[in-house]
């Protein structure tokens, strides 16, 4: 036997200390399971949205596109429906996005009569130029933001990611 002898104090002492950690860490365990398993969840499919316009038909006038992708917040999985403004500027293709950058309310092309080759506002009467730009001395703060896109196998659209608008 040794010659150091534990008292009753420290005993008690070591043993609460043992219990309380194993408590703790039984109560800590699925709050960082929680956290950090929809991160090391795998992702499949990318970061682009195959739409059914067909890029051949695509044309200098804006058009509104609807497109539609899973969305996972967690375990959560819901259908979103998102919309862009869809245009060729020469041989490239623009995909404006239609929220206004003053109250994130929606824009629509020619939607005022009086400036039909500009996206307009209806909220506070805010207005863009064909490439997102905002016309200065109306209410927006910023230009549209624009959609990555490219141009599938079977020459559909695809969109990605709205990015700052580099147009402007």
Not at 69 to 94: H, L, R
Not at 154 to 159: A, N, Q, V
């Amino acid at each position: 036997m040794s010659n150091n002898k534990v008292t009753r104090r420290q005993f008690l002492s070591y043993t609460l200390t043992g219990v309380g950690g194993f408590m703790a860490a039984g109560m800590l365990m699925p709050m960082v399971r929680f956290a950090i398993d929809p991160v090391l969840q795998k992702k499949d499919g990318g970061d682009f949205v195959t739409t059914d316009v067909a890029v051949a038909d695509i044309t200098e006038e804006p058009t509104r596109v609807d497109f539609t992708f899973e969305q996972v917040d967690a375990w959560y999985t819901s259908e979103v429906t998102n919309t862009a403004w869809v245009y060729k500027s020469g041989d490239s293709i623009v995909a404006l996005s239609p929220i206004c950058k003053h109250l994130g309310c929606t824009v629509n092309w020619a939607g005022d009569a009086e400036y039909p080759d500009q996206f307009f506002c209806p909220c506070h009467e805010g207005r863009y130029e064909k490439n997102g730009k905002n016309v200065p001395g109306t209410p927006p703060l910023g230009p549209l933001d624009v959609f990555e896109v490219r141009e599938s196998a079977d020459g559909l659209l695809e969109i990605g990611m709205a990015v700052p608008n580099n147009l402007v």
